[in-house]
């Protein structure tokens, strides 16, 4: 058993270090990838965009945040292929971790096993942000490529971060309901959308609760600020 | 001289008899005939698994007697024989279980996951220097919406049952519920079989806290263990209709 190694999953390997090179034309996100903090729930927001290049977009319909736990979804920034194996990976942890103890993990150590991965060898270039509720209330991370595990009340990665950040600056306060919550990662998202060119087609919110997690797109963003 | 050679069956790896015979696999499930009676119940509605856990004393805390295991989000898997044995097992079946995710990202499938436990124990009845493995193993899941029900043995062989019971008074329980098993069974009627079968080999009545229930439904496809309380309230039922026989 691997146990011994946290920098590693228990379950598979992390990729080669050679196979992230930027020379490879891989598909990208660029994004705009948001988590927000409630009262009681975590909302995360993201555009619907992939490029490749940051010249082409070479999808309209990408959904970036999958569920990675019962109460905790995870977004994918940067090189496509190595979000969605790092998604598999934390997955089958938390999978198992539940399984062996018969209670979910923490989103502390959730995000600790996320952090250790990135830092014991690449999983490609990613920017993710997690997400999620536990018995000690919401949480949101922005984890950095080398495995920096940041905390903080609302947290934003992806190339359109600072157009994100200006909106959620002036509309963040403590305490939100879920709904305001929904809102103003949403308007985060649309303004990123509009002067980030590797951000668009749209936006998926990821709705974390005490009940599980929720995940729809809309191409329309006003769609959601309307019945927000 | 007979006697010598007898022996030389009989001890160490485990290699045939003249006659055709390992006797390790075979002292093996004689193991598994020592621990508490686990049951298993397929209906159509979903399977149903039952373990009994008594312990040898009252200061024992009920829960760290481990007979039923959570293996992935629709399997659950009952064990009878060496605990310790059985734990080996089930950890298999977990990794194994997530692997199949991390490959295929679809939830392993029972029969599969079941073959890959039993090819497991079979290498344990082929290898030097190990023996093989005290504990039998029920293995229930729910795969393309359909419930299955698998049992393990010693030997490594894996076969597939209606309702089935491992563990003491396996044969007692087995006639019990060959009589009472049909196809029609909804899941709450095969939670009562089974706890209906564990009780045949009991003098005194079943009590909820000395017994383990889960039960994964076919039509979520979720493993869940059944409160105290739940299995209070089916022991009531079975009371009811044995009261009625």
């Known amino acids: 058993m691997n146990i011994s190694d946290p920098y590693e999953p228990e379950i598979g390997t992390v990729p080669e270090e050679t196979a992230g090179s930027d020379e490879v034309q891989s598909a990208k996100t660029g994004t705009t990838s948001i988590g927000v903090t409630t009262a009681e729930t975590v909302v995360i927001a993201t555009d619907r965009r992939a490029s490749l290049g940051g010249r082409v977009v070479s999808n309209k319909n990408v959904t970036k945040v999958e569920q990675v736990h019962d109460r905790a979804a995870l977004t994918m920034v940067g090189s496509v292929g190595g979000a969605q194996s790092f998604i598999r990976s934390i997955r089958s942890e938390a999978k198992l971790y539940e399984a062996r103890r018969g209670k979910p993990m923490s989103i502390d150590a959730l995000g600790t096993v996320a952090s250790n991965f990135l830092r014991g060898g690449p999983f490609f270039m990613i920017n993710p942000v997690l997400g999620g509720v536990d018995e000690t209330g919401s949480h949101v991370y922005s984890i950095d490529p080398m495995g920096g595990l940041s905390e903080d009340d609302y947290v934003v990665t992806g190339s359109g971060m600072q157009f994100a950040l200006g909106v959620l600056e002036q509309e963040y306060e403590d305490d939100l309901t879920h709904e305001d919550g929904i809102e103003i990662a949403t308007r985060a998202v649309e303004s990123a959308t509009e002067r980030d060119t590797a951000s668009g087609n749209g936006v998926t919110i990821a709705e974390v609760t005490e009940d599980g997690v929720d995940i729809h797109s809309h191409e329309d963003i006003d769609d959601v600020l309307e019945s927000a | ?245």
């Open chain 2, 1 to 245: 001289m007979q006697g010598q050679q007898q022996q030389a069956y009989d001890r160490g790896i485990t290699i045939f008899s003249p006659d055709g015979r390992l006797y390790q696999v075979e002292y093996a499930r004689e193991a598994v005939k020592r621990g508490t009676p686990s049951v298993g119940v397929r209906t159509e509605e979903g399977v149903v698994l039952a373990v009994d856990k008594r312990s040898r004393s009252q200061l024992m805390e009920a829960d760290s007697i481990e007979k039923l295991h959570k293996v992935a989000d629709h399997v659950g898997i009952a064990s009878a024989g060496h605990v310790a044995d059985a734990r080996r097992l089930i950890d298999f079946a977990r990794r194994r279980a997530q692997l199949e995710e991390l490959r295929y990202e679809e939830p392993v499938d029972t029969e599969v996951l079941t073959k890959a436990v039993t090819d497991n124990i079979q290498q344990y009845t082929q290898m030097g220097g190990v023996r093989p493995f005290g504990a039998a193993l029920l293995i229930g899941g729910v795969s393309n919406g359909e419930p299955r029900l698998f049992e393990t043995d010693p030997s490594g062989t894996p076969n597939e049952w209606k309702a089935v019971a491992i563990g003491a008074d396996r044969s007692e329980i087995q006639d019990y519920l060959e009589e009472h098993w049909g196809p029609d069974l909804t899941l709450e009627a095969g939670i009562e079989l089974a706890l209906g079968a564990l009780a045949t080999t009991r003098d005194e009545a079943l009590e909820a806290e000395e017994l383990a229930m889960g039960a994964v439904e076919a039509e979520t496809a979720i493993y869940s263990r059944l409160g105290e309380s739940e299995i209070n309230a089916h022991l009531e039922e079975v009371d009811l209709e044995e009261d009625e026989e």
